[in-house]
């Protein structure tokens, strides 16, 4: 079966430190891969997707960065976090059709 | 790009009590999801409709997407304290990619 593995689950970082969140899916190959932020009040908001090795599309200019080293990788960073940068990040995977699988979460506290 | 509007806002119901939560978009959605989440987790799917007119039922959970694709409801029959959390729709933009555009959310809470 597929899984999708998310993590740290809670990370609070200074502003200006690096940022490394990792998602990976077993079970499946070839997957889109998407990562959601969550702000209060905001709803989810899509930052990046892939849909292959090495291509990552972004969605909102910001202060983050993604990459897919692996196909079943997904790694969001950052090279100096900023206080907007809180917020609860989500990764998410489609195989064939289009139902998202979410992972657990990530709640980013930028201090 | 795609908005989609989600009413209420937030809604607390006497257990026991239906409710209807809306979801509104300002263009015709090609496929619509509704998702729960609890409060620091992930989402969970419920259901996904695409078609106009399409209805779907789950246990107590009931989505509709009316005719012109532009507006779903979710409706829930004697609400469980198990019902509270966090209700999602989402709507897919078109394409391959299949990218989601999720409206902010109705906060529920079934008090016991």
């Known amino acids: 079966s597929q899984t999708i593995h998310q993590w740290p689950a809670t990370l609070v970082q200074p502003v200006g430190s690096p940022l490394s969140l990792e998602c990976t899916v077993e079970?499946?190959?070839?997957?889109?891969l998407y990562w959601y932020r969550q702000a209060a009040g905001r709803g989810l908001q899509l930052l990046f997707y892939?849909?292959?090795?090495?291509?990552i599309s972004s969605e909102v200019p910001q202060n983050l960065s993604a990459s897919r080293p692996q196909d079943r990788q997904f790694i969001l960073s950052s090279k100096k976090l900023l206080l907007s940068d809180s917020g609860f990040y989500l990764c998410?995977?489609?195989?064939?059709?289009?139902?998202?699988?979410f992972g657990s979460g990530t709640r980013l506290t930028v201090v | 790009s795609q908005e989609l509007e989600q009413s209420p806002q937030s809604l607390i119901v006497q257990e026991g009590k239906n409710l209807t939560i809306n979801c509104t978009s300002s263009k015709t959605l090609y496929g619509l999801y509704w998702y729960k989440q609890k409060y620091g987790e992930g989402l969970i799917f419920l259901m996904m409709l695409q078609k106009g007119g399409e209805e779907k039922s789950h246990e107590k959970i009931t989505a509709k997407l009316d005719e012109k694709k532009q507006q779903s409801s979710l409706h829930i029959t004697a609400s469980q304290p198990s019902h509270a959390g966090i209700y999602l729709c989402g709507a897919d933009t078109g394409g391959s990619n299949y990218k989601l555009t999720f409206g902010k959310g109705t906060l529920l809470t079934v008090n016991p």
């Open positions: 079970g499946t190959s070839n997957p889109n």
């Open positions: 892939s849909v292959g090795i090495g291509q």
């Open positions: 998410a995977w489609t195989g064939t059709g289009p139902v998202y699988t």
